[in-house]
């Protein structure tokens, strides 16, 4: 039998709390007749969520999502790769790599991102409504890990005098 490793375990965690929190997200939808999403009270939910409980992870996820673009960002130089946001945008056939890279070094981080904002949904609101938590969860580590990412490979390769070789795979 093969073992499950942590980051599955984690993944199977993370989809098991979503799916546990549709049935209440979409009662309120019946009863209410609009959608949480991008609504008057998801911007307002979003300023309380800012001051309210887990206000910290708001500082401590960005900055650690922008250590691990450095360190890709690096590893991208060293390899003669391009910069990854020139290489999502410009070269398409080497995308799904770019994205497969960047999902695999930051799927705990973004796991617990999500798993984060369930609880300060809980801890704030009483309820969960996880199309939120996917958005803020996931938007708070993947700007700054890219932005990171592609700046630290412009600067290691200015200091080092490579010029980029082939897209970041």
């Known amino acids: 039998m093969a073992s499950i490793s942590r980051r599955s375990v984690l993944n199977i965690v993370v989809i098991a709390v979503l799916l546990a929190a549709l049935p209440g997200t979409i009662r309120r939808f019946i009863q209410t007749g609009s959608f ?9 939910d979003m300023l309380a969520r800012l001051s309210g409980p887990g206000r910290f992870r708001f500082i401590l996820q960005p900055v650690v999502a922008i250590v691990l673009g450095a360190r890709d960002g690096v590893r991208d130089a060293r390899a003669g790769s391009s910069p990854f946001l020139w290489g ?4 398409p056939q080497h995308r799904s790599g770019l994205i497969k890279s960047a999902f695999a070094s930051v799927n705990v981080l973004v796991c617990m991102a999500i798993l984060l904002d369930v609880i300060s949904q809980l801890l704030i609101f009483r309820r969960v409504n996880p199309f939120a938590a ?14 990171s990412r592609a700046i630290s490979n412009r600067i ?4 080092s005098g490579n010029a980029p070789i082939t897209p970041a795979s």
């Not at 949480?36 to 307002?44: A, K, W």
């Not at 999502?88 to 070269?91: G, P």
């Not at 290691?156 to 200091?159: E, G, I, Y």
């Open 156 to 159: 290691s390769r200015r200091r």
């Open 134 to 147: 996917l958005l803020l969860g996931p938007v708070l580590i993947a700007l700054p890990y890219s932005l």
């Open 36 to 44: 949480y999403m991008f609504s008057r009270e998801f911007f307002q």
């Open 88 to 91: 999502l945008v410009f070269h």
